[in-house]
């Protein structure tokens, strides 16, 4: 059974940062590409970082320059270094998975139960 678990979530100001972990059960990270997204109360989930088992990297407009995803394959991680936060950052942030970079970024197939972050200006 693929298990997506993400953790690292938490109360931060603006300004802070924080690290987004997900670890992830058997080869999932290193056979697929994996995402980060978002989803904040009343808004819909929203796509904010993709990584291909390559490297590639894919960022919402709204966090580039901030936010950094990055994978350990030897370790079945994916990381979201989330730098100078905003208030708008605050949402449940989720991990995704899916074979390839259009997949990942549009209709992952598998997800994580997701992780609160809340920051406070």
């Known amino acids: 059974q693929v298990q997506l678990v993400e953790s690292g979530g938490g109360l931060v100001q603006a300004g802070g940062s924080l690290r987004l972990s997900c670890a992830a059960s058997g080869n999932i990270v290193s056979d697929n590409a994996m995402g980060w997204y978002r989803q904040a109360p009343g808004n819909q989930r929203e796509l904010v970082a993709a990584?291909?088992?390559?490297?590639?990297?894919n960022y919402a407009d709204s966090v580039k320059g901030r936010f950094t995803i990055s994978r350990d394959n030897a370790k079945n991680m994916v990381y979201l270094q989330m730098n100078n936060l905003r208030p708008e950052d605050t949402a449940v942030y989720y991990c995704?998975?899916?074979?390839?970079?259009?997949?990942?970024?549009?209709?992952?197939?598998?997800w994580g139960q997701g992780t609160q972050v809340t920051v406070s200006s």
């Open positions: 990584i291909t088992r390559g490297g590639t990297t």
């Open positions: 995704a998975a899916a074979q390839n970079l259009v997949r990942v970024t549009t209709a992952p197939r598998y």
